[in-house]
Structure formats: C-alpha cells, structure tokens
C-alpha cells in the first residue's frame, strides 16, 4: 500500500513539473512602479514560451480607471518579423486594452518582449494593472500552447504635495488631520501629567516647614 502511495506521488510531481515546462508564461518587467503624477513611464510584458509560438494574442489588460492613462503599446522583440501585428484599443475611460496580437511566420522559442506600454501618471494613489489570463492565447500553425499570467503591475503614484492619493489637490487632508489630532493629546496628556505632579511638591514643602517648626 506505501509502496502505491510512493509512485501516486512521484507522478503527481512529475506531472507538475511537465505541466510547468508546458505552460507559456506572460507577465509585467518590473512588477511595481513608483512615479510622480505628471511622470511617463513604460513598463515591459515579457513572454516565456513552453515551445515554438508563432502568434500571441492578449484580449483585455486592465486597470481602475483615474489614476494612470495609457499613451501608447509598441510591439516588443519577441519575434523577429510580423505577419499580423493589431496594436489594440486604448479605453482609459474604462481602464484597459483590447485586442493586441502578434502573428510571425518565424517561430521562436526564446524569451522577449511582447510589447512596450507607455502610461502617463494621472494623480495620485494606487492602482494594479492585470492581464485577464482568460484572454490570453499563444499558438504554433493553428495549435493552441497552454498559456499562464505569472504577475500583475502595482503603480503607486505620489501627488503634487509629496504624499500618495494627493492627486495635486492640495494637502492630503485626512493626513494633516490625525496628526493634529495626535499633537493636541499629547499637549494635553502633559499639561494633565504636571498638574498631578505640582500638589505632590506643595505637600512635600509644607511637610519640611512643619518639620522647622517642631525643632
């Protein structure tokens, strides 16, 4: 029975590890950014093919709207030559890409860029970019390759004042606030502390002038 649950176990990890070297993998380079409202920037999808692809097609990236707009997709060097290249659509009002493909009549199996994409940093706060992995397709002469998202982007951008979700409004006021909130305690936590210390001392001296008067 042991002996069974061995190799069940043994061919379960060698089919991971074959399923691993079986799945193309697409994904952000680098996987964060931190940039300044007003900075442009370019950030990288890079694909590492299982075996020989000679189309890549991505149908939705996305983002929350507002913080970041996309400016522009480059083709990459992933393959040497194109046959069919659909740069997408940029909707920065709904926060994503659509339809990007690249089709070569070269094949490759080497690792590259697939594309280029150039953001403009709107205002400030957080915001994730995500390749939908269900829009995802790779193929060699018409044969699907399994396909798989390794990461997603994180952008943090700083506001005009120097703190993140300023936007360049002005100073972040919930900030401000909880310190002025903080800085008024401990005002009145001290003044409170002294006032418990100050009868203590009084007491104390009235005790010495007894003692005077006793000699």
């Known amino acids: 029975m042991r002996k069974i649950i061995l190799v069940v176990i043994i061919l379960s990890a060698l089919a991971s590890v074959a399923s691993a070297e079986t799945t193309t ?8 950014m931190f ?7 370019n950030v990288t999808i890079n694909v ?18 507002g913080t970041i707009d996309c400016l522009s997709v480059t083709q990459g060097t992933l393959f040497s030559e194109s046959t069919l290249w659909i740069s997408g659509g940029i909707q920065n009002a709904n926060g994503c890409i659509k339809n990007i493909c690249w089709g070569s009549a070269t094949p490759t199996s080497s690792s590259g860029s ?3 994409l150039t953001f403009k940093a ?3 706060g957080y915001v994730d970019v995500e390749i939908d992995g269900n829009s995802v397709g790779a193929a060699r ?6 396909t798989e998202v390794s990461n997603k982007l994180a952008v943090s951008v700083t506001g005009s004042t120097g703190f993140l979700g300023g936007a360049g409004n002005g100073p972040n006021t919930p900030l401000f606030l909880a310190i002025g909130i903080i800085c008024v305690v401990g005002v009145l936590v001290a003044i409170v502390s002294i006032r418990r210390r100050k009868p203590k001392t009084q007491d104390k001296e009235h005790l010495d002038v007894d003692k005077l008067f006793e000699n």
């Open 35 to 41: 940039v300044d409202t007003g900075e442009v920037f």
């Open 25 to 32: 993998k697409v994904g952000f380079e680098p996987k964060t």
């Open 48 to 65: 590492e093919p299982s075996t020989e692809i000679d189309t890549f097609a991505i149908d939705n990236i996305t983002w929350q709207p």
């Open 122 to 124: 709107i205002k400030g």
């Open 114 to 116: 697939y594309v280029v």
């Open 141 to 146: 002469a018409g044969n699907a390759v399994t």
